[in-house]
């Protein structure tokens, strides 16, 4: 397969956009959680313990954040050792392991909540509402095909729709 230089160039250069604007929006982000006594990965480990509707467990929190369950579990360790989280087992079945937010976990949370939609909706706010929706809807394109790409096989709608009810849950309990 032949492949055109021009538009390699241009793949190449739109994935190093893509890849330095997520650098940019999570130092940016590190930068304002910072200021709350918090990490950017601890503060979406509270928001996907806090804004669940189930017991809430390591390899769940490693799903949603799209981390390694070992990374996750060394990032709550650090946690309940500053009192962020606990770990509680599960009644019914011991060998089950929940992870919990503590009060001072939701002491944190409020706070950083409001600075972090303040500093997301500042970065977005050059975009129209309409050029908003444009550009949800062309990333959306490119994680499908990312998705089908590292998943050979996989029921990719089942993925998405995963996903998307995962999110539509955590944005009604974050209004």
């Known amino acids: 397969m032949m492949v055109n230089s021009k538009e390699y160039g241009l793949h190449l250069g739109l994935a190093r956009l893509v890849y330095l604007t997520y650098a940019r929006l999570k130092n940016g982000l590190d930068e ?18 806090k804004y669940r509707d189930v017991p809430v467990r390591i390899t769940d929190i490693a799903q949603w954040t799209e981390r390694s369950t070992n990374s996750v579990s060394m990032i709550v360790d650090r946690m309940v050792k500053t009192g962020l989280l606990k770990r509680v087992r599960d009644r019914k079945d011991r060998r089950v392991v929940n992870v919990v937010i503590t009060s001072k976990g939701e002491d944190a949370i409020k706070p950083a909540n409001i600075v972090t939609m303040e500093f997301l909706r500042q970065v977005m706010s050059p975009l129209s ?3 908003a929706h444009t ?27 995963n ?13």
């Open 32 to 49: 304002v959680l910072r200021g709350q006594g918090l990490t950017t990965e601890q503060y979406t480990v509270l928001v996907t313990v």
């Open 129 to 131: 509402h309409e050029d």
């Open 135 to 161: 550009f949800v809807g062309l990333f959306k394109v490119i994680n499908y095909k990312m998705l089908e790409l590292v998943n050979p096989g996989a029921d990719i709608e089942g993925i998405l729709k």
């Open 163 to 175: 996903d998307s009810e995962r999110s539509d849950y955590m944005y009604k309990q974050l209004k």
